[in-house]
């Protein structure tokens, strides 16, 4: 059978794509945004992947087409499927159809967090023995993909709360039924679709409606948002975690970053995480896979021992470079509550060292301008901000330049961007690169510029920032 994926270098229908081959589909897809990871991933695993989206990618004619939530009417190529009566559905009801019978599905879901507790807790359950499969939107380092079927009935799925498809209007993660359900925080976001953070509790209840009784919710201690959603109706037994209060799983803190830190059950000491990420945000996520976990059947002393060996997936704070004493990381950070997190956890680690912050407003909300009051206490902890101003940007972002008192630049490209790091950076500073996209391969142009080690502030150990 031949599936054409349209949106196919999106993470969740990227990973569609690797679930489809791996059970024995011919795979093809198409897409305007061809980037890595994703891309890299697809071209290594032999999937065709088509520039654009015209009705030529149907020819010779698939089975099925399974329609990403970034293409609407108006399409040519949902056009072209529409007319010519090829049969069609979304990337979730695909994933329910075909993968997720039959099978004990853990989801992740909330505003923040998804992708790396469900990076954490598939992790956990494969050194358990237990070989989930999962669909992560993102590349899991210790596992290279970020998706596969599995040898047992478990399989962990991140589960984002935006909408199916142009036909679908509810949130993807409706469709996946889930026996264990972690509700990580819950915040506005997706201003382009939900019109409040009401409109977003409404679909989160309709998740929580699918968890059986024998199932389990595990969500934040004291987060008034998920209340709120709970209060509508909630028919499965619930644990609460919290990493910094009082919850029915909790941390103490045995270092100011976040990087060893003992897991307690109702305030007994159960086990010690000693790991290499860093950040409160990151003990909240441990905390919530380590409860799903046990869930499951896995003690946890073993999830805290498995967490010691855990790689962050691609994008989280991936170091990408350290070139002459100046240190490049890459985040998917695109909220002002990401961006907070991300900051403080580095600053705790490394408090004497300078950090370059450089900021792609990219997701529809930020681009909108919804969170832009946000951004300064979220840019805190940042020495120096650069900011990248799109064609796409609804805002000015000189009023945010203004706010930050001098720490703050704005440029129109990507060379000006790369030309003002030169310009800036010393040795010991640390560079957060932080935007949900390519951000203009910002990254490899910096890299590059680096390492020809031309700049004079560099070099002299000064800076003009």
């Known amino acids: 059978m031949h599936i054409h994926i349209a949106g196919i270098c999106g993470t969740f229908m990227g990973g569609l794509a690797l679930l489809a081959r791996e059970l024995g589909y011919q795979v093809t897809g198409s897409d305007t945004n061809i980037y890595p990871p994703m891309s890299t991933q697809l071209e290594e695993q032999g999937i065709q992947i088509l520039e654009g989206y015209t009705s030529k990618h149907l020819k010779p004619e698939p089975d099925l087409v399974v329609i990403g939530n970034a293409l609407s009417r108006g399409n040519p190529l949902v056009e072209a499927t529409l007319d010519q009566g090829i049969p069609y559905t979304s990337g979730p009801q695909w994933l329910s159809d075909h993968v997720l019978q039959g099978r004990w599905v853990l989801a992740v879901a909330g505003t923040h967090g998804k992708t790396t507790t469900s990076s954490m807790l598939a992790w956990i359950l494969e050194q358990a023995g237990l070989t989930p499969g999962f669909l992560i939107g993102g590349v899991p380092q210790n596992f290279g993909l970020s998706a596969r079927l599995g040898d047992t009935p478990f399989f962990v799925i991140e589960a984002d709360e935006y909408d199916t498809a142009f036909f679908d209007k509810r949130s993807k993660f409706v469709h996946y039924r889930p026996r264990t359900l972690i509700i990580n925080n819950l915040e506005f976001d997706h201003a382009d679709i939900f019109p409040d953070l009401a ?15 024998n199932g389990l919710l595990v969500i934040p201690a004291a987060d008034a948002a998920v209340e709120s959603v709970l209060d509508q109706g909630c028919w499965t037994p619930r644990e609460s975690f919290s990493s910094t209060g009082k919850g029915d799983w909790s941390a103490i803190d045995q270092c100011a970053d976040g990087s060893r830190f003992e897991v307690a059950w109702q305030d007994a000491p159960q086990a010690t995480v000693s790991w290499e990420l860093m950040g409160k945000h990151n003990v909240h996520n441990a905390l919530a896979a380590i409860a799903a976990a046990r869930h499951a059947g896995v003690p946890v002393r073993e999830s805290a021992e498995s967490l010691a060996h855990f790689q962050n997936v691609k994008r989280r704070m991936e170091k990408r470079a350290s070139i002459d004493g100046i240190t490049i990381y ?22 004497e060292r300078r950090i370059i912050a450089l900021l792609e407003s990219r997701s529809n909300t930020m681009r909108m301008g919804i969170h832009k009051e946000k951004l300064v206490p979220a840019l805190s902890n940042a020495d120096l901000v650069l900011l990248y101003q799109s064609a796409e940007l609804q805002w000015e972002p000189r009023e945010l330049v203004e706010a930050l008192d001098g720490r703050a630049e704005v440029y ?12 800036i950076a010393r040795s010991g500073d640390q560079i957060v690169i932080m935007s949900n996209g390519a951000f203009g391969n910002i990254h490899d142009k910096l890299q590059d510029a680096l390492n020809s080690g031309a700049e004079p502030a560099r070099l002299s150990g000064r800076s003009d920032g």
Do not use: C, K, M, Y
């Open 199 to 213: 409109a977003i509790q409404r679909q989160f209840h309709h998740l929580v409606r699918t968890v059986p009784r």
């Open 330 to 351: 890459d985040d998917f950070a695109h909220h002002p509550t990401a961006i907070a997190t991300t900051l403080a956890g580095l600053r705790a680690r490394d408090p």
């Open 412 to 423: 129109g490209n990507i060379d000006g961007l790369v030309e003002a790091v030169l310009r």
